[in-house]
């Protein structure tokens, strides 16, 4: 007869009782945990669409501005105004185009970027919340 070494003597009073087996998990009902969730995808896709926008208003005016530069120096020195050459006026406008790529940036960001973060991270409460009360 061989005897199983993980098990205690059964004669051996002192030994404390062997633990009770784990209780089998049972199946969620509920959402998915938030990990593979497609507002995660849905948010990177949505911030990826920001940083796009923004950045080609701003690099797009600025190389549009280069282009023309190198491109068509006869337009760039022609004059808009009485000394005020074309090339001049463009140069200027950048710093506008810049802020307007400022505004977009966080018009997006308030419009569907933060609401969709707002709902990930509430989403994400009430699933630690649930995990820690299933424990």
Not at 7 to 28: F, I, V
Not at 84 to 105: D, E, K, R, S
């Amino acid at each position: 007869m061989s005897r199983d070494p993980s098990q205690p003597y059964p004669t051996y009073p002192w030994q404390p009782p062997a633990p009770p087996p784990a209780p089998a998990p049972h199946p969620s009902r509920h959402r998915s945990p938030l990990g593979h969730h497609s507002d995660l995808r849905i948010l990177r896709s949505a911030y990826r669409w920001q940083r796009r926008t923004a950045t080609l208003t701003a690099l797009g005016y600025f190389t549009f501005f280069l282009v023309l530069s190198a491109c068509a120096p006869s337009f760039m020195a022609s004059s808009l105004t009485d000394g005020l050459p074309t090339g001049l006026v463009l140069a200027l406008l950048q710093l506008p185009v810049t802020w307007l790529a400022i505004a977009v940036y966080e018009h997006t960001a308030r419009r569907y970027v933060d609401p969709l973060a707002d709902r990930i991270r509430k989403q994400s409460e009430v699933d630690a919340r649930r995990e820690a009360a299933a424990r």
